[in-house]
Structure formats: C-alpha cells, structure tokens
C-alpha cells in the first residue's frame, strides 16, 4: 500500500534536548512537507522540500531543521532552541503539480517531559 | 498576504441531513485552488475536495459538493445525508502560489463538525 508514514506516533522530549520526528513516503511524491498543529487551531508550515537536496523555510521554521538526502524521506528535528515544542506534526507529501493534493502520514504527538 | 478564514468554530446537524461548512478566502491571485479535508479525533488528515479557481464548474465527489462563489471568494463544503462518520474537524486549505511552491497550503482553523443521531 502506498502511503506516509510517520514514526514514533508519541514522543517525548527533555529539556535541552533535540528529537527526530521520522517521515517516509512511497508515492514517489516530489514534494514534502512539515506542519505543525496546536489544540484547536490549523496546520503551520514549518519546512518544505519540493526536490532532493532543497529544502525551504515556512512561516514558523525557528527551531527546526530538515534534511532531504532521499526522495523518500524527510526527517524533521526539533532543536533545543524551539522553546515551545509540545505538538501535533504532520508529514504531508504531494506530486508537485497544480492541483494535487498533499497526502498526510497519522502524525506525530511531541510533549515535553 | 493570503488568508483562509472559517467563521464557523463548531456546528451541529442531525444524520441524514445535510450541512453546509463556510470557507472564505483573500487572495489578489488570478490562479488558485481550494482545498477540503477532514480530521477525526485520530489525527490524519484525509483529502475529500479540490477546486480551481478556472473550474466553471463546482466540484462533487460521493457526498460531498463544493459551493464555489468566485465574486464572493467563497468556497463552502456541503455534506449531504450526514453520517455519524462525518463528525470530525473540517479544514478548508488554499494553495500559495506566491510561496514558490506549486502545491504549499495555507489553512484556516478549522470547523468542529457533530452528527447526532
């Protein structure tokens, strides 16, 4: 079955330290996509990544940082300096055409210890 | 800038019934598209609509049908016969051209959908 998937579905972070959030896809999507959700509110772009090797800041990129070394997988670290970091993550994937829908992974729950 | 605005922060309707969730959207672009998705209580976001800006006609897919007001800059959801499935939150998404990426949304905050039986 083709699709997104996102690991671990909770996750839980010290003080001080950096976390991975891992998102592969196997829908040959081009592009990939980070948001960030918090309760009762829509989805933040936190990076997004429309080829290998090229990744680009969304609105709340601080705090973060991304890597695209395959076109599967577009892992998202969550730094030490993202002081606020208890969230609902999203991976979504999409081909990169006008009109096409980006695909979601079940996401990922990060809270602080 | 662009903006996607959802008024509606929660609605109720009776299964069987159909419901209409409001979407209105800014943009000074000429080519864009409009996008619903809903998310249950589990999280993922599931894709149900498109529609393009230069679409004469109003999106439909099964149950769903998109009420598209150009000159209103409006893009309502309708469920038609609401299914106690249906209740989750309800997303409407705009592509930004402007953002350099073909396919980067902006979402609005959502609208808590309940179907009661």
Redesign the interface.
């Known amino acids: 079955d083709g699709g997104i998937t996102q690991s671990p579905k909770y996750l839980f972070r010290k003080e001080g330290q950096n976390v991975t959030l891992s998102c592969e896809q196997n829908l040959n999507h081009d592009?990939m996509?980070w948001y960030r959700q918090d309760p009762?509110?829509?989805?933040?772009?936190i990076y997004?990544s429309?080829i290998v090797n090229d990744f680009?800041k969304?609105d709340i990129a601080e705090g973060y940082s991304v890597s695209r070394e395959k076109k599967e997988s577009f892992p998202l670290t969550v730094t030490s300096a993202q002081k606020n970091p208890t969230a609902?993550y999203?991976c979504?994937s999409?081909?990169?055409?006008?009109?096409?829908?980006?695909?979601?992974?079940?996401?990922t729950?990060l809270s602080i210890l | 800038a662009q903006k996607i605005t959802q008024t509606q922060p929660g609605m109720f309707v009776q299964e069987k019934e159909a419901v209409t969730l409001d979407c209105t959207y800014d943009t000074s672009d000429q080519s864009y598209g409009l996008f619903w998705y809903k998310q249950p209580s589990s999280g993922e976001m599931i894709f149900l609509i498109y529609q393009g800006s230069y679409d004469e006609q109003n999106a439909t897919e099964g149950r769903y049908s998109l009420n598209f007001q150009k000159a209103r800059k409006s893009a309502n959801l309708v469920i038609s016969a609401s299914q106690l499935g249906d209740s989750a939150m309800y997303f409407c998404a705009m592509r930004d051209f402007y953002g350099g990426a073909t396919n980067k949304l902006i979402f609005g905050t959502g609208t808590l959908l309940a179907v009661q039986p």
Do not use: K, T, V
């Open positions: 592009a996509y009762g509110q829509g989805l933040r772009l997004y429309q680009q969304g609902f999203l979504a999409s081909q990169d055409r006008e009109g096409q829908p980006q695909h979601f992974g079940d996401g729950r």
